[in-house]
């Protein structure tokens, strides 16, 4: 009697151990991510997971997006990820994006994958007239594109 007590009481103890988790999806310009996420995380443990499965060390330029009702809003590092005006609804979905660009890309993005992501995210934008490009620099830029390209396949 005193072992089925002593072995329910540890199962017990088990189940309220287990973290309650929720699922999140995290789209950057060329993937999808998805993680679970302990419901006591803040922005920051979302975003340094984030960080960490991307390879990126440098992270000051980036941030988690997300939108309600038509207004787009950024995950706040100290606030817990579910006491944003988000969705409840799973999985949660944020994007992952350039928040601040630099003034010198050139000299200041140092890694390979922050001149990938940056490289998407102003190649979309471009396209879908979010900033403008005089025509000029648009023929200058596909030719970096497509250099960069055949330069990755040989």
């Given at each position: 009697m005193a072992g089925a007590i002593a072995s329910r009481m540890s199962f017990s103890s088990l189940k309220r151990k287990q973290p309650k988790t929720f699922t999140v999806r995290i789209v950057t310009m060329d993937a999808e991510m998805e993680f679970n996420c302990e419901m006591k995380w803040k922005g920051k443990d979302l975003f340094d997971l984030v960080c960490r499965t991307l390879g990126l060390r440098e992270t000051w330029f980036f941030g988690l997006q997300y939108t309600i009702k038509d207004t787009v809003a950024w995950l706040k590092m100290d606030k817990k990820v579910l006491d944003h005006d988000v969705s409840k609804e799973e999985p949660v979905t944020f994007h992952f994006l350039a928040k601040f660009y630099p003034e010198n890309a050139e000299e200041?993005?140092?890694?390979?994958?922050?001149?990938?992501?940056?490289?998407?995210?102003?190649?979309?934008?471009?396209?879908?007239?979010?900033?403008?490009?005089?025509?000029?620099?648009?023929?200058?830029?596909?030719?970096?594109?497509?250099?960069?390209?055949?330069?990755?396949?040989?």
């Open positions: 200041e993005l140092v890694q390979e994958i922050t001149q990938h992501l940056f490289f998407l995210q102003v190649k979309k934008q471009i396209l879908d007239e979010k900033i403008y490009c005089p025509p000029e620099a648009s023929v200058l830029l596909a030719s970096y594109a497509v250099q960069a390209k055949l330069s990755l396949e040989s």
